[in-house]
């Protein structure tokens, strides 16, 4: 029988594991930490090492392993794994290999990943029941194969840079890179080393397969010259093939949708409307239908999402912004005075390409690891220790027509367990449920 190796047992290890189950391969599942399903999977077959990465299960022969994205490559077992000659995928390679009915959209980027693929995902389910959106946005695309098996399926896919280094035979109809700005240099070491991964999601796109290619973006042109595809551009202000015109958004001579049809804030909320309209028409949606999702969509949650007012201030809870350029996206989006709530876990990028942008700010509350290293891009601050308080400071603060944006530029592992946690906690705080 065959056997493979998942290294990591979080939400997309065990669909990997129970797919590889299902097509009859046998499994060693291995985590640093407890398996809370221990007991289950070793009922079902698999050998389960927990609480470490024994070494002896390298002497067991495997057709490959599956590491959890989650794990860098700088991980000591992972890199004694690659030194044995294993090769290393992850669970949305795996699934590719057994979901030959599948097509797919593939959004990559630094940011407006979720909002496009989520607006793309309303777009495909108005064509195809089955369509879904996995990857990155939170469903690994195992889980999708396991009951219903490989159907004809159009899929809506976010895949990010640490994604994409295990996904060689990867093969999307159509890909975009939504925008290039240094993040993850904790993991990746250099921005160089970034950027390239990114395009690794076009790397088997071939002929009539379609890259879209934001020319606003210096970086995306100019790590993007090797496409081997139909290249489509598109920009917010220049002559483009998607491009906005009369105020509509035209993909060559098509018209897709009427900018006053699109309810979400901000120019880079159009982009991302724009992207998600184009991938769906390459994928066969009708642009009537194009017009209907973007009439109906709403936004996606901890996203520069609107979550109350109060006082005759409005509050917006943007905790997926995990960067710089996220929170300079957000700052963008307001005309009005933004109080900012910012901070959390240091990723050793650098703040300071936000200071062009904070006279935006009428008032800063910085709190958690970064709080020191934001009040000095902006010396006025004020510093509390964590998000409850940075909160109750800003009730006292706002006044009639102001903007509270929570728009962190920082991961949240300080704190919190990861970004939706803490915008949790954020709306919860702002509407005065603090249990």
Known sequence: ???????????????????????????????????????????SG??????????????????????????????????????????????????????????????????????????????????????????????????SLIEAGDVKRD???????FQLLGCPTFHPLVSVIMNLTPDHLDVFGAIDAYYKAKTLVYQNQRGEDWFLRNIDDPNVVAYTQDVKCKVVEFSLTQASDLRIENKSVFLFDTPLFELKDLHIVGKHNVQNAMVAAAMAYKLGVKPVDIQSAIRDFKGVEHRIEYVCELNGARYYN?????????????????????????G????????????????????????????HQLKEIYPEA?????????????????????IVLFSPACASYDQFDNYEQRGRFFKDFVNGNES
């Open 344 to 371: 959390g876990y240091d990723k050793k990028t650098g703040f300071q390409e936000m200071v062009p942008y904070l006279e935006r700010v009428k008032s800063m509350i910085v709190f958690g690891s970064t709080k």
């Open 46 to 143: 698999v050998q389960v090492f927990d609480n470490g990465h024994p070494l002896e299960i390298l002497s067991q022969k495997y057709l490959y392993a599956v590491k959890n994205p989650g794990i860098p490559y700088t991980n000591e077992f992972v890199k004694i794994v690659q030194r044995e000659g294993i090769q290393i995928i992850n669970e949305i390679e795996l699934a590719l290999r057994f979901a030959k009915e599948y097509t797919v959209g593939a959004i990559t980027g630094t940011n407006g990943k979720t909002t496009t693929t989520s607006l793309l995902w309303e777009m495909l389910k108005l064509k195809d029941e089955n369509a879904i959106a996995a990857g990155n946005i939170g469903l690994p695309l195992c889980e």
């Open 155 to 161: 899929v809506a896919l976010e895949i990010a840079a």
């Open 318 to 342: 943007d905790s997926k912004g995990t960067n710089c350029d996220a929170t300079i996206v957000a700052l963008n989006a307001f005309d009005q005075p933004v109080i900012l709530l910012a």
């Open 1 to 43: 029988m065959s056997k493979v190796l998942v290294i990591g047992a979080a939400r997309s290890g065990l669909a990997a594991t129970r797919l590889l189950l299902k097509h009859g391969v046998e499994v060693v599942l291995t985590d640093m930490k407890p398996i809370l399903e221990k007991e289950e999977l070793i009922a």
């Open 382 to 402: 004020l510093v509390v220790e964590n998000l409850k308080e940075a909160v109750d400071l800003a009730k006292t603060m706002a006044k009639d027509g102001d």
